[in-house]
Nanobody, 125 residues
Framework: QVQLVESGGGLVQAGASLTLSCAVSGLSFTRYAMGWFRQAPGKEREFVAGISRILRTTNYADAVKGRFVIARDNAKATVSLQMNSLKPEDTAVYYC??????????????????WGQGTQVTVSS
């Protein structure tokens, strides 16, 4: 059974930092690119950041570029999202996702295979 379990969400003030973690089990982790998505109330879910399965190529949404950093630990089957200089518009439920990719450098931005349950991040002004 594939499981993606996020942790690390919470309530912070604008300008603060927060790190989300996602523990993955039930799949061959190094065959999957990993991504973080978010969904704010009344909005569609959007891609935030992604990392390829082996070469650790990364891709970021323009809204978070320069503030967020995605990383993965293939030995521990975990992926993290370090979020710096948080803004109220970053408030959303954040989801971890896994997508099997045939090559070691692709970072998909949609159509992920597996999803976590989400963790709430709230940034107050």
């Amino acid at each position: 059974q594939v499981q993606l379990v996020e942790s690390g969400g919470g309530l912070v003030q604008a300008g603060a930092s927060l790190t989300l973690s996602c523990a993955v089990s039930g799949l061959s982790f190094t065959r999957y690119a990993m991504g973080w998505f978010r969904q704010a109330p009344g909005k569609e879910r959007e891609f935030v950041a992604g990392i390829s399965r082996i070469l650790r190529t990364t891709n970021y949404a323009d809204a978070v570029k320069g503030r967020f950093v995605i990383a993965r630990d293939n030995a521990k089957a975990t992926v993290s999202l370090q979020m710096n200089s948080l803004k109220p518009e970053d408030t959303a439920v954040y989801y971890c996702a896994a997508e099997e990719t045939p090559d070691p450098f692709t970072v998909p931005t949609y159509n992920y295979d597996y999803w976590g349950q989400g963790t709430q991040v709230t940034v107050s002004s």
